[in-house]
């Protein structure tokens, strides 16, 4: 939030010198000695996560040499990131984009958001007030969501294909969607497994083609209370098997698992939902985070590493 308020506050955009140094978040962090590289990688993680949730973030190079990006500044053009004039919304859909504005309102007015603004203005960079309570616009980038939320809402059942993690190929799957709901930054859907008649969560990354709306309907009752179920259960799940990981201090590993971790006497107890997801997150640290337990879940970091490894032309 506060890494937007910045970005939308300049037109002339901010150096990630500036950012590191200015924006809540980062600048705390850089306090406590977390490492620039590490908070390097946390920018890059951050700015790539915002664009996939639609904010449009443009990069302002070198005139002379677009390609050399050492001065680069970065900023949100406030032209792209508002609304059509011609969407519409019905009363409910207004409501909820209301409650929704009211928080992005009272999180850009905070003291922080202002602290930030007034660190960026004293470094010589003009600021935009107009920002405070900007609205922004956000969207999702897994291609399963929208025809997902359109059978929810017409009760209908859906077939897709769906890569469930450790097999080769995709299984054409049959469902009767009940809700979708976010966890820990991913999208899932609840719904009923026609071939065996029991509720099933399905990670929407791991839908691999079109989702297929068909013209079987279902009681639409069934959908009343879906989406505390789904994230009741997800949670349970995520309490009931932890990860224990070593991470090096400072580092991007121990800034980002430090935020959803609990400390143990040799690292981090990471809980989590799905260990292939986990795999993926933690080789992409390399060696700033190792896998103490549980054995299957080492294995799997270990297999994507190799993968990396030779697929650089590496051996083993």
Do not use: C
């Amino acid at each position: 939030m506060n890494l937007v308020v910045a970005l939308l506050a300049t037109e002339q955009g901010l150096t990630k010198e500036t950012i590191l140094s200015s924006v809540s978040g980062y600048r705390e962090q850089s306090e406590a000695g977390a490492s620039k590289d590490a908070l390097e990688k946390m920018f890059e993680r951050d700015k790539e996560n915002l664009r996939g949730l639609g904010v449009p973030i443009e990069t302002i190079g070198d005139h002379a040499d677009p390609d050399d990006l050492r001065e680069a500044r970065y900023r949100v053009p406030t032209a792209e990131y508002a609304l059509p004039v011609d969407i519409e919304f019905t009363a409910a859909e207004i409501a909820l984009l209301n409650l929704a504005g009211s928080v992005w309102s009272e999180s850009s007015m905070s003291e922080q958001a202002r602290s930030g603004l007034r660190k960026i203005r004293a470094l010589g960079n003009p600021v935009d007030e107009r920002i405070i309570g900007y609205a922004p616009r956000i969207s999702v980038r897994d291609h399963a969501f929208a025809p997902l939320q359109r059978a929810i809402e017409q009760a209908r059942t859906v077939t897709f294909p769906y890569l469930k993690p450790g097999e080769r190929s995709a299984r054409l799957r049959r469902v009767r969607p009940l809700a979708l709901v976010e966890y820990e930054a991913r999208w899932h859907v609840l719904g009923v497994d026609v071939a065996t008649d029991a509720e099933r969560t399905y990670l929407l990354s791991r839908i691999t083609d079109a989702v297929v709306i068909t013209r079987e309907g279902f009681d639409p009752e069934s959908r009343r209370g879906a989406g505390e179920r789904a994230l009741r259960g997800l949670r349970e799940l995520a309490d009931s098997q932890t990860a224990l990981v070593e991470v090096h201090p400072g580092t991007e590993a121990a800034l980002r698992l430090g935020r959803r971790a609990t400390p143990a006497t040799q690292g981090l107890r990471v809980p989590y939902v799905d260990a292939h997801v986990l795999a993926d997150e933690l080789a992409s640290y390399g060696p700033e985070a190792r896998v103490v337990e549980p054995p299957h879940l080492r294995d799997l970091v270990i297999e994507r590493l190799r993968a990396v490894h030779e697929r650089h032309g590496g051996t083993r």
